[in-house]
């Protein structure tokens, strides 16, 4: 699982609502429920989210299966059939599933259906670029919002785009929200786009960022800017903040992979986006940390 991988699956839960009504095009919904068994278990380990989906009419109850794909993958029919199998073994109701499409080549060229002499499967990919970006900036929760940046920004400049989005993510705070840990995520999936240095910069000049005070990191660039003058404090205070927030997630993103013992270093490295050496660092600690 990438780094991308990690903010959609942590960010699902709040997207659901929204992902049904606007994405998924899926209507008539009572509830969702997990599969709390041992398979569920297993499988959301590998997945991005699984849920049964609940109707008024039980007959009309299905699983529903969601990948979010930043690589156009031609492998993914195979994963796609292979957790339909396992699902529809163990439950026997329809499985419907989902993959969306975050990457920046378009349009996706993997396989969505298969047509052999004993069977048929198919699936459905929804490419993010075909959403209109204020689907996502219109909506209440940051988790949404911050989507915006890969939508289609139908013709926009990029800048202007951000701009919005920030200003959204700024009234929010208004509200009393915390969008400390969404300003992160916005950045790195900036680089989706290859958009991360213009967020960066814009994130920098927007006065609301500054309510950063209560972060560990932002107080500690505040003190280096004593020293330094208290506007150039601010502005290292909160570069550092979102370089420490980016970099504490990365740290955190590489362990998780490196506990599982099933990936190599170099595996591990490209699908962080970081170096062999930043992984190897980690690996070292971890070992050092295991002896004592």
Do not use: C, W
């Amino acid at each position: 699982m990438n780094i991308y991988d990690r903010i959609f699956k942590e960010n699902i839960e709040p997207l659901i609502p929204f992902l049904f009504e606007k994405v998924l095009h899926l209507y008539d919904v009572k509830t969702t429920e997990e599969l709390k068994d041992k398979l569920q278990e297993t499988i959301e380990q590998e997945t991005d989210y699984i849920r049964k989906v609940l109707h008024r009419e039980k007959r009309k109850d299905y699983i529903l299966h969601i990948e979010f794909q930043v690589k156009d993958d031609a492998k993914m029919i195979r994963r796609m059939l292979m957790y339909y199998a396992i699902l529809y073994h163990k439950y026997g109701i329809l499985v419907k599933q989902f993959v969306i499409y975050l990457g920046e080549k378009r349009p996706p060229k993997m396989l969505t259906n298969i047509l052999h002499e004993r069977l048929s499967f198919n699936f459905q990919v929804i490419d993010i670029q075909d959403i209109d970006y204020e689907v996502f900036l219109k909506s209440d929760q940051p988790e949404e919002i911050i989507l915006a940046i890969l939508a289609d920004m139908r013709g926009k400049e990029a800048e202007i785009v951000i701009k919005e989005i920030l200003e959204r993510l700024r009234l929010l705070t208004e509200t009393g929200i915390s969008v400390n840990k969404y300003l992160v995520q916005l950045r790195i999936i900036a680089r989706l786009r290859k958009l991360q240095q213009i967020t960066f910069k814009l994130l920098k000049s927007m006065p609301f960022v500054y309510e950063l005070e209560t972060d560990v990191a932002y107080v500690e660039g505040k003190e280096i800017g004593q020293k330094q003058g208290l506007q150039q404090g601010l502005q290292q205070g909160l570069q550092q903040g979102l370089q420490q927030g980016l970099q504490q997630s990365l740290h955190n993103f590489v362990l998780r992979m490196l506990q599982k013992n099933k990936y190599t270093v170099e595996e591990i490295a490209e699908n962080a986006e970081v170096s062999v050496a930043f992984v190897r660092k980690i690996k070292k600690e971890l070992t050092l940390k295991d002896k004592l």
